[in-house]
Each structure stands twice: as structure tokens, then as C-alpha cells.
């Protein structure tokens, strides 16, 4: 690994963060200008932008040394960005007294930045505003990728770009509408915006602040679930939830097909093996939880709870309604198994991703195939198009990494907190695939404070690996990775 070239990268990364605390400065200064907050986000920004001056100093590279970065080297930014990012993001909350320990304001950020929404606040009403606003920024930064905002700001890094854009891009392959990876940064972003900025309308025009607007769009459209209110959603009228419900559902789908369809090519949802998946999902999900909450009960808002909340855990946005620990069993483990799945591949959702699940039950269904017709040769297909022998294997190799990781996860946790199977599965598979509720002592309801602090840092181990594609993180274990 190129060191300097990598602590050069993150510090110029952690200038552009300081420069987006910017704004819940501004809304900690609204509300209180001597506030206790705003003196912690004027040193916060502060000490940022000094670290960050000093290693740009101390650290200067050559436009030649741009050429020497391997995909070890972008990984290695990537993973180590977001640890630092993150560490550096649970500062104000910390000093702020918000929280009462650094691990749960560290635990708190990675879960923002990862879009998780897991929290440790038992009251997030009692929050200041700059501190809210900030939390629920961190989702709207990591929902597109900080990498790829990046890209999109900083200075063309050349053949350096892909890399780093490959290493944070979620999905199977690397997809992009421009040549060059900067300008693809730049009209994902654009897209992003362009949607979170029609939702903050929309909510708007049902009643909520500009404020909780804004807050609740970075939660919607980065699938985080931050909100500014204990109930979460449920506090909002029908209106409210339907609107996120829809933005939901665009979160979780393939930013490129948003793209080609605001350039007019509304059909390209459709040419989607991915996105026809995706939907069929959404579809059968929502029908068969409000039948079965209609049978328990024949409410007239059982659909809207269903699709609301189907919609939820499946694009891993972990916003709720109702308090579905309490519905039945069938229903619970239903939420269980969309937990698994998660968005698309290219959207802010989290979860192995639709194309993976859909890519893996085509090879099991090859496989047996196989065993009746030895000699037939079956390629593995994604929009009628063969996939490569070696994107093959990494599907195959990251679904096997990804179910060792839950397993192993839920066995420390439950050794950890000596829980039931329930809690210490559900809030495995919750931070892994970055969801935030799961079920029990996790629940709709509850949080996760009464956690012990070797039990959060495993969550956030967790968090990680999967916002980052497992190995972003993995590969910092390895001693290979800090050798030249």
C-alpha cells in the first residue's frame, strides 16, 4: 500500500466533510448563537480543517503518483475514509454531550453515514437542532457514497477515479453513463439531489417544517431512518407516509435507470431483469402482509402499513409506522428474509442487493439443470447478457462471505449480550445489511443503548462491511494490505 499517497487522499476528503458541517453550524447558530453547540462545531471544523492542512503539507504527491494506485490502494482509502470520517463525524456529538461516551457517538455516526439508522438515543426530540441536523446529514453524505462525492468535487484523479469508484460502488459491476468516472460522479449526485429535492417539497406541502423535511428526505433518500421524532414516521399523517413510501421505493432502485429515465428513456425500468425483481418483490410483499394484517383485523390502514413498511425494510431505509414486533410470526420472519435481499444493485439501499439474490438463485436452478443434462453448457445471464466466469465467482464468493459474516456476528453478539436468537439474529442481519430496527430488544420500538460497548463495536464492524461491500473492510485485517 502507497501510505502517503492514501493519507493524502483522506485528508482531502476530510476538508471537503468540514466544509459541509457547515450547515447544522448554521442551524445550531439559528437556533442559539451562544449555545454550547455551536462553539463545538466551530473547533470541530476547526481541528478538521487543521489536520487535514497538515497533512497536505507533510504529505504532497506528484500528479505521477496518481498512476501507481492499485485497487488495494482504493480500498484501503475507501475503508480507512470512512473509519476516519467517522470518528471525526462523532466529535460534536460527543463534546456536545449529546451522548454519553465516545463509542456510542462514534456508534450513532457510523450508523448516519452508513445509513443504518441503528441508534443508541432514547430521545432524539430532546436533541438540540444542529445536532439533529447533523445526524441526519450523515445519512444524505453516505447514501450516494462520500467517495463519489468526492470524485465529483476534487480535481480529475485520472485512472485513480475508477478504482476508487469501484471500490465503493454497490452493486456487481461498475456502471457508468460518462467515460469519465468524475462526470458519472457528478450526474449521480445531480440525481440524487434532483429527487431529494422534489421529496422536500412534497413533504413540505403535507405539513412538515422545512426542517424535518430536509431531515426526513436524507433519511428517505439515503435508506437511512434517522427522524427527528420519537414515533419515527408514525407520527406523521397518511399523506406524509405515502410520499416517503414513494421515494422509498426510488431510493432503492438503480440511480443509472433514474437517469436514462429523466433523459426521457422511461423504459429502461422495465428492460431491467434487476428492477422487475425488485418490484415483484415490493408487489407480492405488500399484497400478502395486508392480507394477512386484514385476516388479524380488518383495519382500512393495513395496506398502507404493509407497503410502507414492506418498502422499508426491503430497501433497507428501517423507517416504521406501527410496531411490527408485534405482529405474527409469519410476518416477523417475512421481514427477516427482505432484510437479506435489500435494494438494487446502484441504489443508496443496502442488503446483498436484488441482482446478487436473483444472480444466485439462477445458478442453484443451473446447477440442477446440470445434474439431469451433464453436457449441456448454460451460461449464467443478467438482462440477456452472459456474465464472465469471474463475476460469477464474486457473486457466488461475496453471498458465502456475506452469510459467514452473519453467522459469525450473530454468534459473538449473542455471547456478547446473552440475548435471545431473536434479538441477536435480527440485529446482526440489521446492521449488516443496514436497516437499523430488527426484532425483540431491537425492535420497532426500542434502541440499542442498553448494548455493551464490545457489542456495539461489533455492530459497527458490521455496519461497515455492509455499507462498503464487505471488502473495503476486510481487507484492512489483512497484514498484506500495509505492505508496499
Not at 129 to 149: A, D, E, K, Q
Not at 185 to 211: D, Q
Not at 251 to 274: C, D, P, V
Request: hydrophobic residues 55%; positive net charge.
Amino acid at each position: 500500500m502507497h501510505k502517503k499517497f492514501v493519507l493524502n487522499i483522506i485528508s482531502r476528503i476530510l476538508l471537503i466533510v468540514c466544509f459541509v458541517m457547515l450547515a447544522p453550524l448554521g442551524w445550531a447558530f439559528l437556533a442559539n448563537p451562544n449555545s454550547r453547540e455551536v462553539f463545538v462545531f466551530v473547533a470541530t471544523i476547526a481541528f478538521g480543517m487543521t489536520v487535514a492542512g497538515i497533512c497536505r503539507v507533510f504529505l504532497r504527491i506528484k500528479k505521477t503518483d496518481y498512476e501507481k494506485m492499485n485497487i488495494k490502494d482504493a480500498l484501503a482509502i475507501v475503508g480507512l475514509s470512512w473509519i476516519c470520517l467517522s470518528a471525526y463525524g462523532a466529535l460534536p456529538l460527543f463534546f456536545s454531550g449529546a451522548v454519553p461516551s465516545f463509542t456510542d457517538a462514534f456508534f450513532e455516526v457510523v450508523s448516519g453515514f452508513t445509513t443504518t439508522g441503528a441508534t443508541i438515543i432514547t430521545d432524539v426530540e430532546a436533541l438540540p437542532r444542529g445536532i439533529l441536523f447533523w445526524r441526519s446529514l450523515t445519512h444524505w453524505l453516505g447514501g450516494m457514497g462520500i467517495i463519489v462525492l468526492c470524485l465529483a468535487l476534487l480535481p480529475a484523479l485520472g485512472h485513480s477515479a475508477f478504482h476508487l469508484y469501484r471500490a465503493e460502488a454497490p452493486g456487481i459491476a461498475v456502471e457508468r453513463v460518462e467515460p469519465r468516472i468524475k462526470e458519472t460522479a457528478k450526474i449521480l449526485w445531480s440525481v440524487y439531489f434532483l429527487l431529494s429535492l422534489a421529496e422536500t417539497l412534497l413533504l413540505m406541502f403535507g405539513g412538515m417544517t422545512f426542517y424535518e423535511s430536509l431531515c426526513h428526505t436524507f433519511g428517505t433518500m439515503a435508506t437511512g431512518g434517522f427522524s427527528t421524532r420519537n414515533a419515527s414516521i408514525g407520527a406523521f399523517n397518511a399523506y406524509t407516509q405515502w410520499v416517503i413510501t414513494v421515494f422509498m421505493f426510488l431510493a432503492g432502485a438503480n440511480f443509472m435507470l433514474h437517469y436514462q429515465a429523466l433523459r426521457g428513456n422511461i423504459k429502461s425500468y422495465l428492460k431491467s431483469e434487476e428492477f422487475r425483481a425488485y418490484l415483484g418483490i415490493l408487489l407480492v410483499g405488500t399484497i400478502f402482509f395486508s392480507m394477512i394484517l386484514f385476516m388479524m383485523g380488518p383495519e382500512p390502514f393495513s395496506f398502507r402499513a404493509a407497503a410502507f413498511q414492506v418498502t422499508s425494510i426491503l430497501t433497507t431505509t428501517g423507517y416504521t409506522t406501527v410496531d411490527f414486533d408485534l405482529w405474527p410470526h409469519v410476518l416477523r420472519f417475512g421481514l427477516i428474509l427482505l432484510m437479506f435481499i435489500g435494494g438494487c444493485g446502484g441504489s443508496t439501499g443496502g442488503g446483498m442487493k436484488v441482482v446478487r439474490i436473483l444472480l444466485t438463485f439462477k445458478m442453484a436452478i443451473n446447477s440442477v439443470v446440470q445434474m439431469v443434462f451433464p453436457n449441456a453448457v448454460i451460461p449464467l445471464k443478467c438482462d440477456n447478457n452472459p456474465l464472465p466466469n469471474r463475476q460469477v465467482t464474486t457473486v457466488l464468493s461475496y453471498f458465502i462471505v456475506y452469510i459467514l459474516l452473519f453467522f459469525i456476528g450473530s454468534f459473538l453478539f449473542i455471547l456478547f449480550e446473552r440475548c435471545d436468537l431473536a434479538t441477536g439474529f435480527s440485529a446482526t442481519i440489521a446492521a449488516l445489511s443496514n436497516i437499523g430496527p430488527g426484532l425483540v430488544k431491537v425492535g420497532a420500538t426500542q434502541n440499542y443503548a442498553w448494548i455493551s460497548i464490545p457489542g456495539k463495536w461489533l455492530l459497527i464492524f458490521l455496519m461497515l462491511a455492509g455499507r462498503l461491500e464487505l471488502y473495503a473492510v476486510l481487507i484492512l485485517i489483512f497484514p498484506s494490505t500495509w505492505k508496499k
